[in-house]
């Protein structure tokens, strides 16, 4: 297989002085480090229902535990010739179904209201619907906790490990066939999210998914080079405005990206910071405007 592309890097938003956005009302964007409220934040994050839908997502993925994706993970990368494949970018570990709940909770109840940072007039995940991508998904466990937690269009996730993606593709099947029998949530619910595993190389939109149509993006870049996350947010920069990319550890290296909330949660092997960032500007638009979308 071939190495990753380094896509070329967005053009950089050009000043655009009297435009439309000018006379638009200013709106608040929230400064995570000078507005920070702990206290209110968890007041609004729906605890007794991420702990109900925590209990359907142990059942939907009890046959995929972690100790079989690092098995995979790791054949994978010691079978393979390639030398890339050794790199840290490859690494295995997983988020708790919480990490990812909570993550999407803010979005949908804090930063994805109408009218805040660049969310726009009709904000985003505040009815069902929206695309969610977890690049390099692994067994695809994240891709599950996002559909349980927002009645999202599809959620999407992309892996290029071959037997990582090969479990995905199982538990994408479980899903479709058991969601409905061991979730009551799901099975109550009028709208049936679509889960789809993608097997491919999620720095080369060229060859593999593109996912500048996402309108959250989950990445656990823990183990990620610089190199690698430097081609990430070049390829992030064609998201759309007001869209939100999630990454833990490692804040997405972009100007065009803010980040409006960052936390401590539990990964596989520890704890982690998770951060959000929310996209400023569609890609030929003004840096002058602060916002709305
Ligand atoms: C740390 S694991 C995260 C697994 C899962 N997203 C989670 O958080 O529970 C990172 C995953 O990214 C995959 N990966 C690394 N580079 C990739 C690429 N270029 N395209 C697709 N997947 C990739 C790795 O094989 C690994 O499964």
Redesign the pocket.
């Known amino acids: 297989m071939s190495k990753?592309s380094s896509p070329k890097s967005p053009s950089r938003p050009r000043s655009r002085p009297g435009s439309k956005q000018d006379i638009r009302p200013k709106i608040q964007i929230i400064d995570p480090v000078q507005n920070r409220d702990f206290k209110s934040l968890n007041i609004v994050i729906d605890m007794p229902l991420i702990e109900k839908l925590a209990k359907d997502y142990e059942n939907l993925v009890e046959d995929f535990p972690l100790a079989m994706?690092q098995a995979a993970?790791k054949r994978d990368r010691e079978t393979a010739e390639d030398p890339m494949y050794k790199e840290p970018?490859?690494?295995?570990?997983?988020?708790s179904f919480e990490t990812v709940a909570i993550a999407i909770q803010k979005i949908k109840k804090i930063y994805g209201k109408p009218m805040t940072g660049t969310s726009g007039f009709h904000g985003l995940l505040q009815h069902r619907g929206g695309i969610f991508y977890?690049?390099?998904?692994?067994?695809g466990?994240?891709v599950i906790a996002a559909s349980l937690i927002h009645d999202f269009d599809t959620c999407y996730?992309?892996?290029?490990?071959g037997s990582?993606a090969l479990i995905a593709g199982d538990l994408e099947s479980s899903y479709n066939s058991r969601k409905k029998v061991v979730s009551k949530t799901i099975a109550d619910r009028e709208y049936d999210t679509h889960c789809t595993m993608v097997f491919?190389?999620?720095?080369?939109f060229g060859n593999?998914k593109k996912w500048d149509n996402a309108d959250v993006v989950?990445?656990?870049t823990?183990?990620f080079t610089n190199e690698?996350m430097n081609t990430l947010a070049d390829l992030a920069g064609t998201m759309k405005k007001g869209s939100f990319f999630i990454t833990?550890s490692k804040k997405l290296p972009s100007d065009v990206f803010r980040i409006v909330d960052y936390q401590m949660y539990p990964?596989?092997f520890g704890e982690a910071t998770v951060y959000i960032h929310q996209k400023l500007y569609h890609n030929n638009e003004s840096d002058s405007s602060d916002d709305e979308g």
């Open positions: 990753p994706g993970s970018n490859f690494i295995y570990s997983e988020v977890d690049l390099g998904c692994g067994t466990k994240a996730g992309i892996e290029w490990l990582l491919g190389n999620m720095l080369d593999s989950f990445c656990n823990c183990t690698y833990i990964i596989s």
